[in-house]
């Protein structure tokens, strides 16, 4: 079965330069979370999609982030405009629900200059 | 609110000792428990869950961990290192309606020759 789907796996901008990272869940799934991990803070969960509706952003730093989930398969986070602060490993992962394990795509790794 | 501790960020042994990973978890309700492993480059990928069926939950590539509810843990054990063990390790606690995984600080495992 196809996991967690996470593109691109490597993206390197410039500073200023909008961001947007994708992400397909497992098929079936019904919720949907980006994390960003850095050596400093770790993992943090950036926000939690259930059904395709936003339940939780309280984790996006800035207004600089925004995240969709158009529709099951399919969700991206956006950044707008970068700062190299924003340097770090973008995770997605998908679960079946409440309390079930959260599977996890193999991360962006985004660099900004 | 949820609070899971991992004593230890760096835990080194040597090749076919015993693997002892700990972790602590704070919870007012029934928890679920989880441990992940994350390679180099990759996203974190499930080794085992406990889900209140067993206290003691068996999971992929020998690792095995206990719940110990008098002691609010679920610590992780192998038996045997081999190379191929050499990750970092993160538990992970959910419970209740929350929808929230809680993450550890991850303990990078080291084996050694």
């Known amino acids: 079965d196809a996991g967690v789907i996470q593109s691109p796996r490597h993206e390197v901008t410039e500073m200023g330069q909008e961001v947007t990272l994708r992400c397909k869940p497992i098929?079936?799934?019904?919720?949907l979370f980006w994390y960003r991990q850095t050596m400093m803070r770790g993992l943090e969960l950036l926000i939690y999609?259930?059904?395709?509706?936003?339940?939780?952003d309280s984790g996006m730093p800035e207004d600089r982030f925004s995240a969709k989930m158009p529709n099951a398969s399919f969700s991206t986070l956006k950044i707008q405009p970068s700062e190299p602060r924003d340097s770090a490993v973008y995770f997605c992962?998908?679960?079946?629900?409440?309390?079930?394990?959260?599977?996890f795509g193999d991360g962006t790794r985004l660099s900004i200059l | 609110a949820q609070s899971v501790t991992q004593l230890g960020s760096h835990v080194s042994v040597s090749e076919g000792a015993l693997v002892l990973l700990r972790c602590n978890y704070s919870?007012?309700?029934?928890?679920?428990l989880f441990w992940y492993v994350q390679y180099p480059n990759q996203g974190l990928q499930l080794l085992l869950k406990?889900?209140?069926?067993?206290?003691l939950v068996k999971g992929i590539n020998g690792f095995e961990a206990e719940f110990k509810k008098s002691e609010t843990s679920f610590h992780l054990t192998k038996p045997s290192a081999h190379m191929s063990d050499a990750a970092e390790y993160f538990c992970?606690?959910?419970?209740?309606?929350?929808?929230?995984?809680?993450f550890g600080k991850g303990t990078l495992l080291t084996v050694n020759p």
């Open positions: 098929s079936g799934h019904n919720s």
């Open positions: 919870s007012s309700v029934p928890p679920y």
């Open positions: 999609f259930n059904n395709n509706v936003p339940i939780d």
């Open positions: 992970a606690a959910g419970g209740g309606s929350n929808y929230k995984l809680t």
């Open positions: 406990y889900t209140s069926a067993a206290t």
């Open positions: 992962a998908s679960s079946l629900g409440f309390n079930q394990p959260q599977h």
